[in-house]
């Protein structure tokens, strides 16, 4: 490509986005606005004014970061408002997966300890203030915090996803949970999990194509479960390295069954069972 053709799609192309993301301070504003709600870091708030001072902050700190997608100043006023209407209702559900995780995992101390150093804790969050900016129809800044609490968790939810409430991802590394998944309350999910689609086509967008998880279930690691048809119903087990790409009645157990075959000297001593 000659330079000048370079240089004349390029700046073609800069008209054409009509919009200049700035990445980092995205990334910044979610990564204060959950520091700011579990108190971590050097912000501390211990009075109505330092509330009101913070808050007032961060709202300014979502303006910019709205400007930076070409919203119109108007919108933008009634996005703020939306969405830190929201927040108390999206606070007090991260309680609730907090709080589950604590009742569930035997090595977690603490809700507190939950908030500072669980990954799936973080990611769960991350889901869902981008799921709220999702729902007002943002364009790009959700998929950008998205794919921030996924760098540094390892965990991929896409906010479009549908999430209930006491939610737990235990280890969390490799999971991924698509655009149109339906997740019910009181659900866990461990490390490897993937609710994915059986085709990534571009044809089927905006169709179901991911898998619907009732209340009370648990999917053990490694299990890929995929289709937008496969419900996977109420308390059910789904057990680790299962794949599924149909629907499992309530109450079901389904388990992945593998033989291990050990060839050469003689085991000396039974091998060890053990659950992460």
Request: aromatic letters at 10%; hydrophobic letters at 40%; charged letters at 25%.
């Given at each position: 490509m000659k330079e000048n053709n370079f240089k004349t799609q390029f700046l073609s192309s800069i008209i054409e986005n009509?919009?200049?993301?700035?990445?980092?301070?995205?990334?910044?504003?979610?990564?204060?606005?959950?520091?700011?709600l579990f108190q971590i870091g050097d912000v501390r708030i211990t009075s109505e004014k330092d509330f009101e001072n913070v808050f007032s902050a961060l709202k300014a700190h979502l303006k910019e970061v709205l400007c930076d997608v070409s919203i119109p100043n108007d919108e933008i006023l009634k996005i703020q408002e939306a969405f830190f209407k929201a927040l108390?209702?999206?606070?007090?559900?991260?309680?609730?997966?907090?709080?589950?995780?604590l009742?569930?995992?035997?090595?977690?101390?603490?809700?507190?300890?939950?908030?500072?150093?669980?990954?799936?804790?973080?990611?769960?969050?991350?889901?869902?203030?981008?799921?709220?900016?999702?729902?007002?129809?943002?364009?790009?800044?959700?998929?950008v915090l998205s794919e921030y609490a996924h760098s540094k968790t390892?965990?991929?939810i896409h906010p479009g996803a549908k999430i209930g409430n006491r939610f737990v991802i235990d280890h969390g590394t490799g999971v991924v949970i698509g655009e149109t998944t339906i997740i019910g309350n009181n659900v866990k999910i461990f490390q490897g999990v993937t609710l994915g689609a059986?085709?990534?086509?571009?044809?089927?967008?905006?169709?179901?194509?991911?898998?619907?998880?009732?209340?009370?279930?648990?999917?053990?690691?490694?299990?890929?479960?995929?289709?937008?048809?496969?419900?996977?119903?109420?308390?059910?087990?789904?057990?680790?390295?299962?794949?599924?790409?149909?629907?499992?009645?309530?109450?079901?157990?389904?388990?992945?069954?593998?033989?291990?075959?050990?060839?050469?000297?003689?085991?000396k001593h039974q091998?060890?069972?053990f659950v992460i």
């Open positions: 009509k919009c200049f993301i700035v990445k980092n301070k995205a990334e910044q504003f979610i990564q204060k606005l959950y520091d700011v108390p209702l999206i606070y007090a559900t991260l309680k609730e997966d907090a709080e589950f995780m009742e569930y995992d035997p090595a977690a101390k603490s809700v507190r300890e939950i908030q500072i150093a669980y990954p799936g804790f973080f990611a769960i969050a991350i889901y869902r203030f981008s799921h709220e900016l999702h729902k007002l129809y943002i364009p790009i800044i959700p998929r390892g965990i991929d059986i085709s990534v086509s571009r044809d089927v967008k905006g169709q179901k194509r991911h898998p619907t998880i009732e209340d009370n279930v648990v999917v053990y690691s490694g299990t890929t479960i995929l289709g937008g048809d496969t419900i996977i119903g109420e308390n059910s087990v789904i057990g680790g390295n299962v794949w599924l790409t149909e629907s499992v009645e309530p109450e079901s157990r389904v388990f992945h069954k593998s033989q291990i075959i050990v060839k050469g000297k003689k085991i091998p060890i069972n």
